[in-house]
């Protein structure tokens, strides 16, 4: 049994566990917008496909690296309706009258098509895609409604109108007749402003899916945007991007980030202090070395440092005959064949002076 003691500590164990979990439940791979990590180490760059709003005189925004200016349209065939959408953006043409949306968030739909003249938004702006294995996906979520639910919701309450005034019990007419309490009407349409709210929350809402494929043979290096399928209520719309920037490629080093250049001279210093330290505390304590011989390998450093002064000295010399010769020095000290002309004269005088005593 555990002690009474104990139960504050495992309790708090046990909350400081759940909000970890419930804070981070999956973490994020990458941090970039519109950008994506796999756990192979493949790195996945969205960002140039995604469509931007030109400048009101209509050129190019000087950090389009490329974008294009105009939504992706894909054709529905079959399905009856053209699709307009972009990649991790909103769309850049705006739009209006959105069935089911209120008209503050038709600025961030990212997916829609037209039908008898009335918009049907697809899902919501996301800039997070996902990585899993090979595929990489987008989702857009909370469009207009779909499903059953939602085209038999105005009839279902309409007919739940007329079935509460269908009955009327005649017995109890007087009792009816009197004016409901105020208690009574607030409590019904609390009542009621709860049950629509929760309608509201179980109405199904249209999604997009987007599964991106690498091609390097794009027409322009523009991605191309293919319609694939829609579930039987028309709630998920699923799309095929060839792009390619969906190709894999290494992931760049982020600022603050230790990359592959420092990991090696990290790990550099650390094997050279490792020699250093190491030989010199085993010169000192085993060999008793004292000074600069403590260093491990003394002398081999020792003829490596005098061969590398030798070559200095031979590099200088070598190159200060390359110099040209100053004038003005030599004037004022004599060059060496001034100096070996004047000591041959100096000789043929010592020897005239000689001759001349001889001859006396």
């Not at 491990?296 to 030798?310: H, K, L, Q, R």
């Amino acid at each position: 049994m555990i002690p009474p003691p104990a139960y504050p500590a495992i309790l708090s164990l046990l909350a400081l566990s759940s909000t970890a979990f419930a804070a981070d439940p999956e973490p994020s791979t990458t941090s970039a917008a519109c950008t994506a990590s796999s756990t192979s180490g493949a790195f996945f760059d969205l960002r140039p496909d995604a469509a931007i709003k030109a400048k009101p005189d209509g050129s190019r925004p000087s950090h389009s690296r490329g974008a294009p200016l105009t939504d992706y349209k894909a054709r529905g065939f079959d399905y009856g309706s053209n699709f307009t959408l972009n990649i991790c953006n909103a769309v850049v043409d705006p739009i209006e009258d959105v069935e089911g949306i209120e008209e503050s968030k038709w600025q961030n739909i990212s997916a829609y098509y037209v039908s008898k003249g009335n918009y049907y938004s697809l899902g919501y702006q996301s800039a997070n895609p996902i990585s899993r294995g090979k595929e990489l996906v987008l989702q857009y979520t909370g469009g207009s409604p779909c499903g059953k639910k939602s085209r038999s919701r105005s009839l279902s309450s309409r007919g739940a109108i007329h079935a509460g005034t269908s009955y009327r019990d005649y017995e109890n007419e007087e009792e009816e007749d009197e004016p409901p309490s105020k208690d009574k009407d607030e409590g019904d349409a609390s009542k009621g402003k709860d049950d629509d709210e929760e309608e509201e929350d179980d109405v199904r809402r249209k999604s997009t899916t987007i599964f991106f494929s690498c091609d390097r043979d794009t027409l322009g290096g523009l991605a191309q945007v293919s319609f694939i399928a829609v579930d039987p209520e028309e709630c998920n719309y699923v799309f095929k991007v060839k792009s390619a920037h969906a190709c894999a490629g290494a992931e760049p080093h982020k600022p603050g980030s230790v990359g592959p250049g420092s990991v090696f001279a990290i790990i550099l210093v650390v094997a050279v202090l490792v020699y250093l330290l190491g030989g010199v505390f085993y010169n000192r304590t085993v060999g008793n070395a004292r000074g600069w011989r403590q260093l491990p390998n003394y002398s081999m450093w020792a003829s490596v440092w005098s061969f590398i002064c030798d070559m200095f000295v031979i590099a200088t010399s070598s190159c200060a005959r390359l110099f040209p010769s100053q004038r003005g020095y030599h004037y004022l000290s004599g060059s060496s064949s001034t100096r070996a002309r004047n000591n041959r004269d100096d000789e043929n005088r010592l020897i005239d002076q000689y001759d001349e005593e001889w001859e006396d």
